[in-house]
């Protein structure tokens, strides 16, 4: 019996040829792997392409180390024309004229002109003030005159004339008196002999007590008006006087202000017109703003000036300076005294010498696009300044820090910092390469001086960022700022301390971890929960996983994972905390003491 040709099923025929292609791919990856891997090895110790390096050998010469900056040209010696118009309430007073910048100009020379409208019309006023107050110092000193006038009136008329008719009076009153004491002794001896009856006899007795009551009369209005009334009057009188003299004072003051007022309304208005103080080069005292863009005020027709704003420099010629701005990175290397080369490059082949006069200890105010970068105003003098240059120029400054005679040196690019160090590849061969850590000294914008890792004459590359697989570079090591934590610590614990105070709490239970609870405040040293000493008198451990175990003052652990439990440590002798419980369920979570 003859069988028939046995044939594979189509499904395993694919399954054969699926497994020979997935064969197949995965030798063609480990080839083209290898490849790489072979060609990178190659490339990095046999095999490298010289042709795209660019060596430097090491060496030695003269080295300049040099900060380059740009600056200002400005004099250190400015004669500066300030406004001395007071504003008087208002925003100040507007510019009607300005000599223009840049003119040369002589003493006593006519530089700015100010509004002077309102302080002449100030000036008509104050004219009429002083004028006022002239008629009142002349109607005071009247008044004085007339309250002087009256006492002596009444001390030299009054006085005197009521004085003599009461004298008078007293006098008639004496001779009245008299008479009826003759007559009534001539009535008593008729009287006797019975010529008279006993009734004229009491009429000259009444006549006699009537003359001496207007005796007693007189004397007593003499004795007043003497003591008293001229006393009074005469208080009066001074007072009077005094009044008068106050007032004239204060009329006599206020005509002295007035009169000062006129006097500097006049200089005021004598101010409006400036003049040159001395020969020079106007220069409009022009503010910039710190943040860039337009200026601030400009000294012009129609600006309005407040008192003693500069409006116009003068500056010395002979006396000139750079102040240029420095970064922070570099100031530390200026210092005063330094030597400067100057270059101007408005005038080509000009170069001045310079030393600097000053370096400030404040940073400049930030600009509003550059408020995060900070920058030193740092004065350079000019040495025998030609009278070419002026001000407001551009400088370029080159400041010598240091000046090396042998210094060993290389170029800049040459040296690539790793991990806070500096390195250097050194081309022993031509497929020899070695990976140097070197010590840097002063650099400048092309060269660095070497003090350790390389010698003279050896060949460094400088295109090293193309490179940097010919390198063998060490790992950077973190920094281990595991100790951070503990000042933590420490604080936290302090805080705790502080919120606790210094006082015995009971027993009682409050709010623990996240989802536990925990014993509430508990006896102890310091309301301490777990009845021990302050946290530096404790013999426990440490914290690992959020376990904690008690010291030698009292048991119990605390269990940061499980959940809430209840301690069974003490206290020292005197705790009322028998225990509590503790919770926090996660591995996270700061250990609660019972206390709180």
């Not at 001896?189 to 006549?207: H, I, P, Y």
């Not at 006069?357 to 400049?364: L, S």
């Not at 497929?431 to 350790?452: H, L, Y």
């Amino acid at each position: 019996m003859i069988h028939p040709p046995h044939h594979p099923s189509r499904p395993a025929r694919l399954r054969r040829g699926g497994v020979f292609g997935a064969l197949v791919a995965c030798l063609l990856v480990v080839g083209v792997l290898g490849a790489i891997g072979y060609a990178y090895f190659l490339d990095k110790r046999e095999g490298v392409d010289t042709s795209n390096l660019i060596v430097q050998p090491i060496s030695r010469g003269s080295f300049d180390h040099i900060v380059l900056e740009q600056g200002e040209i400005d004099s250190s010696s400015n004669i500066e024309v300030e406004c001395k118009v007071q504003s008087r309430g208002t925003s100040g007073v507007s510019i009607l004229w300005v000599v223009d910048e840049g003119t040369r100009v002589e003493k006593g020379d006519k530089l700015v002109e100010l509004d002077s409208s309102q302080l002449e019309q100030e000036l008509n006023e104050d004219k009429i003030e002083v004028i006022t107050a002239e008629a009142n110092v002349t109607t005071a000193k009247a008044a004085v005159e007339q309250a002087e006038i009256a006492k002596q009136e009444y001390l030299e008329g009054v006085y005197k004339t009521e004085e003599r008719a009461i004298l008078s009076e007293m006098a008639v009153a004496e001779q009245e008196l008299r008479k009826a004491q003759l007559a009534l002794e001539s009535t008593e001896r008729l009287v006797a002999k019975g010529l008279v009856n006993s009734l004229q006899l009491e009429a000259d007795r009444f006549a006699v007590a009537n003359a001496k009551n207007k005796l007693e009369d007189a004397e007593g209005r003499l004795k007043v008006l003497q003591n008293l009334t001229r006393k009074k009057m005469l208080v009066q009188f001074e007072s009077d006087i005094e009044a008068a003299k106050a007032q004239l004072a204060a009329f006599e003051s206020e005509l002295l202000e007035e009169r000062i007022t006129l006097d500097e309304t006049k200089e005021q208005i004598e101010n409006c017109v400036m003049y040159a103080p001395a020969a020079g080069v106007v220069v409009h005292a022009n503010k910039y703003s710190s943040r860039g863009g337009n200026a601030e005020f400009v000294v012009e027709a129609g600006a309005t000036v407040r008192e003693r704003q500069p409006l116009v420099r003068l500056p010395d010629p002979t006396q000139m300076q750079v102040k240029c701005n420095i970064n922070e990175s570099r100031i530390t290397l200026i210092e005063s005294g330094m030597p400067v080369k100057i270059s101007v490059p408005s005038i080509p082949g000009l170069t001045l010498n310079g030393r600097v006069k000053k370096v400030n200890r404040y940073a400049e105010p930030s600009s509003f696009f550059s408020s995060s970068i900070k920058e030193y105003a740092v004065f350079i003098d000019i040495l025998n300044p030609p009278e070419t240059i002026r001000t407001g120029m551009t400088a370029e400054v080159q400041v010598f820090v240091e000046q090396l005679d042998n210094a060993l040196q290389m170029p800049i690019q040459g040296v690539y910092e790793h991990g806070g160090n500096m390195y250097a590849l050194v081309q022993e061969g031509p497929q020899s390469f070695s990976t140097r850590e070197v010590t840097i000294g002063a650099t400048n914008d092309t060269m660095v001086t070497i003090k350790k890792g390389v010698e003279e004459g050896e060949v460094v590359v400088l295109n090293l960022r193309e490179h940097l697989n010919l390198m063998d570079l060490p790992e950077v090591e973190g920094v281990d700022n595991s100790g951070m934590r503990e000042i933590s610590k420490v604080d936290e614990m302090r805080q705790a301390d502080a919120q606790r105070g210094p006082r015995e709490g009971g027993p009682g239970e409050g709010p623990g971890g996240p989802d536990g609870p925990r014993g509430g405040p508990g006896g102890g040293w310091d309301g301490r929960s777990d009845g021990g000493p302050p946290p530096d008198m404790r013999g426990g451990g440490e914290r690992a996983g959020g376990e904690r175990s008690g010291g030698e003052y009292g048991g119990g652990e605390f269990r940061g994972p499980g959940g809430g439990q209840r301690r069974p440590g003490g206290g020292p002798p005197g705790s009322r905390r028998p225990g509590g419980r503790e919770g926090g369920p996660g591995p996270d979570s700061a250990p609660q003491s019972d206390g709180g």
